[in-house]
């Protein structure tokens, strides 16, 4: 699987961001989905994932009522509609894509992911 993650860019604080992330191949509905984020100086770190169905999603509680994760398998696409934005939401964000069933914590395990994107930086200013 191969994954392009593109709709970064700058935006003011409190603004509004919708990222996508494309896969390659026909199996995409086989993988759960995650966003991961890195801002400079900082481990990444897990932001949202979705379950393959998209009928199950989990977040991080910096994100919780901000951001929104969705799928929709018949375009090969995952989104992360992003609200409310703050300058510390500033960082490179990553797609990823794991063949295992993630459950609670898990989802937050780069480890358990099986492909990443290449990064879309996305830059809040104050």
């Known amino acids: 699987v191969q994954l392009q993650a593109s709709g970064g860019g700058l935006v003011q604080a409190g603004g509004s961001l919708r990222l996508s992330c494309a896969a390659s191949?026909?199996?995409?509905?086989?993988?759960?989905m995650g966003w991961f984020r890195q801002a400079p100086g900082k481990e990444r770190e897990f932001v949202l994932g979705?379950?393959?169905?998209?009928?199950?999603?989990y977040y991080a509680d910096s994100v919780k009522g901000r951001f929104t994760i969705s799928r929709d398998n018949a375009k090969n696409t995952v989104y992360l509609q992003m609200n409310s934005l703050k300058p510390e939401d500033t960082a490179v964000y990553y797609c990823?894509?794991?063949?295992?069933?993630?459950?609670?914590?898990?989802?937050?395990?780069?480890?358990?992911?099986?492909?990443w994107g290449q990064g879309t930086q996305v830059t809040v200013s104050s």
């Open positions: 191949g026909r199996t995409f509905s086989s993988y759960v």
């Open positions: 990823a894509a794991g063949a295992r069933t993630l459950v609670g914590t898990m989802w937050t395990r780069r480890g358990l992911y099986d492909y």
């Open positions: 979705i379950s393959r169905s998209g009928g199950s999603t």
